[in-house]
């Protein structure tokens, strides 16, 4: 028989089960769930965010502004590196809206591919592409580096582009981002497998400005970072688009690389299609339009430090040929105002003499003025003037040879050549431009700061170029210490703003240039809390 005085198994459970409700989770008040939630890694904290309704609402109050995590690693395995940069980039809480690798040579795209998506989810928009260098803070030392591979020239024989000889260019940086008020997602650039020679640009174009209406209501993007393919000519490409997009669309890029990217939308990811080649993708950021008015304002700027200086007198192209087997053309010239026609070897002793004591030392390009007429679709053509580099070969009794093909007769052009002393003042200038922006800014808006960024620097910059480490990243570290960053030593950096914080930005009557030669771009994102009562 039992004892009355002790309460039955059915009531001790349910006072049991009533202590529970009342000592457990639901005693932890908001600020106190916040703490802990805001000291989880983001895997964990993702789990806690599906908990509950409260649960979820602490959790974005945690991520209530805007959040970048770049890490980098320089180890042999690919397993190992990305696993470092992994959880290095995922310590905090975070909800990836567009992840970035750049990655050495040495390591098989599609490896780091599946091993990134795996830990990022299907919907997280990502671009792995391979780099000449990459620049960042190290995933496990947290030592700022500057890191240049040499060239390297193996088998392409993969499918995905990767280099089956020995190489041993090993290393990654990646960047996620968490960008509240935008929309993220990879639009490619389409070329038919059916009708290989024309890349479909109208389409590329269209399909970033109806992605942009679609989220946002306008067609205007906040910014595009893009990636080129290697072996595509991305200066008619970057001419249409400085055309088609609106003054305050930032672009920003590499022209040159291997590439494997996965869009959100599932219709738009043709990587891998037999029907297309991709020859380029633009990770378009765009405003919500269902953004809330408890969610500030974030902001891209472009900087540029240039690295030439022009030599020599303006020359206009005389007569023009086209070697479509190596992509070069073949020119003769006249100094602008004058009737004689010159030969190439005859251009080449004028600027060897111009150029004095650094006739071995310097790259030579010229930069080609062009003035043309553009228009997508039915749209009525608008005429641009655009400023485009080609690398100068050398030249003979007949020809200037140059790298790259769209030169027409009659173009103007003028030499450039790499010039590490006008780099150097011009990183000095980038500097100072990007500490008054922090001053001025924090003037106006006291809630305004920098989240992180983005570095673009020419291969042929760095250490060598400078004769002393980690110039190109200083900028940025000196002006945002401890604000995360990555940067990559590009095949063509790529930068156009009408924002621009360098005076190269705000010249008046200079033809627009998109793509650069040595020179370092430099993205900054920033952002602005909402004004105080929302």
């Known amino acids: ?303 540029l430090s240039n690295g030439v200086s022009a030599i020599g007198p303006t020359y206009r192209a005389a007569s023009v040929r086209v070697n479509c087997s190596d992509h070069s053309t073949w020119l003769t010239a006249k100094i602008e105002g004058q009737r004689a026609i010159l030969d190439g070897q005859r251009i080449m002793n004028d600027i060897n003499v111009a150029l004095e004591d650094h006739v071995d030392s310097s790259d030579l390009y010229i930069g080609v003025t062009k003035r043309q007429n553009c228009s997508i679709g039915s749209e009525r053509p608008r005429s641009i003037t655009s400023l485009s580099f080609y690398g100068v070969v050398g030249g003979d009794d007949e020809y200037l040879y140059v790298n790259g093909l769209g030169i027409r007769t009659g173009d103007r052009f003028q030499f450039y050549r790499s010039d590490p002393d006008t780099a150097l003042n011009s990183i000095g200038r980038v500097s100072l431009d990007l500490k008054n922006f922090k001053f001025n800014e924090s003037r106006k808006n006291i809630s305004h700061e920098v989240f992180g960024g983005f570095i673009f620097s020419c291969y042929g910059r760095g250490d060598t170029f400078f004769t002393r480490e980690d110039v190109d990243s200083s900028p940025f570290v000196k002006n945002f210490p401890g604000v995360p960053f990555a940067g990559i030593f590009c095949g063509g950096e790529i930068g156009r703003s009408s924002s621009s914080l360098t005076e190269e930005g705000h010249k008046e009557n200079v033809p627009s240039c998109c793509l650069h030669v040595y020179s370092t771009v430099y993205l900054v994102m920033s952002y602005t809390s909402p004004p105080l009562g929302y």
């Open 1 to 303: 028989m039992d004892d009355p005085s002790r309460p039955s198994s059915s009531s001790s459970s349910r006072n049991d089960t009533k202590m529970v409700k009342t000592t457990g989770f639901s005693l932890l008040t908001d600020d106190l769930l916040h703490n802990i939630l805001a000291r989880l890694p983001a895997p964990s904290f993702a789990s806690a965010a599906c908990v509950s309704k409260s649960w979820n609402r602490v959790s974005s109050q945690v991520l209530s502004r805007p959040k970048l995590a770049s890490a980098l690693s320089l180890d042999p395995s690919p397993q190992v590196a990305v696993r470092e940069v992994i959880d290095k980039v995922l310590t905090d809480p975070i909800r990836p809206d567009f992840a970035i690798a750049s990655v050495g040579s040495g390591f098989r795209l599609y490896d780091i591919f599946k091993l990134i998506s795996k830990k990022l989810g299907t919907k997280t928009p990502i671009i792995i592409s391979t780099a000449n260098g990459i620049i960042g803070r190290d995933a496990l030392t947290d030592e700022l580096k500057e890191v240049k591979w040499t060239s390297f020239s193996g088998d392409l024989s993969d499918d995905d582009g990767s280099i089956t000889s020995e190489d041993e260019n090993f290393g990654i940086v990646l960047t996620v981002g968490f960008v509240p008020g935008l929309k993220v997602d990879v639009i490619p650039l389409l070329r038919s497998t059916k009708e290989p020679r024309d890349a479909l640009v109208e389409k590329f174009v269209m399909d970033i400005r109806d992605y942009t209406d679609s989220v946002s209501g306008c067609k205007s993007p906040v910014g595009i970072i893009l990636f080129g393919e290697g072996l595509v000519n991305m200066k008619p490409i970057l001419n249409i688009l400085d055309y088609a997009m609106p003054e305050e669309t930032v672009i920003v890029g590499d022209e040159r690389g291997r590439f494997l990217y996965k869009t959100a939308n599932k219709s738009r990811n043709f990587c891998g299609s037999a029907k297309f080649f991709t020859d380029a993708v633009a990770l378009t950021f765009a405003r919500d339009r269902n953004n809330t008015h408890g969610i500030g304002n974030i902001r891209f700027h472009v900087a």
